[in-house]
């Protein structure tokens, strides 16, 4: 699913292919899941790359911050990203 915000195509995380870039829009979360994607980069407007996926689709591996995270899909569903070309 995704929506229109301020001119831009807002998607979730989990929707982006592999080698596509974003932007962080917002996270969807509260208590201990936001706080462990804020500690690990996961900010408004911060860039990243969706670098691979695994044989069955989950998890996913990011990269953000000159960091490399994996990601469970339940966990990329509540990050709202922009798709960059």
Same mark, same amino acid.
């Given at each position: ?12 995380l989990? /929707?982006? /292919? ?20 804020l ?13 691979? /996926?695994?044989?069955?689709k989950?998890?996913? /591996?990011?990269?953000?911050?000159? !960091? ?5 899909? !339940? ?11």
């Amino acid at each position: 699913m995704s929506i229109i915000i301020a001119g831009c195509k807002v998607v979730q995380l989990a /929707e982006i /292919e592999s080698g596509k870039s974003f932007r962080i829009v917002r996270i969807n979360a509260g208590g201990e899941i936001r706080r462990r994607l804020l500690d690990i980069g996961f900010i408004k407007n911060e860039h990243g790359r969706v670098i691979r /996926e695994a044989l069955l689709k989950d998890p996913i /591996e990011i990269e953000i911050k000159g !960091s490399k995270v994996s990601l469970r899909r !339940s966990e990329a569903r509540i990050i709202d990203v922009e798709e960059l070309d």
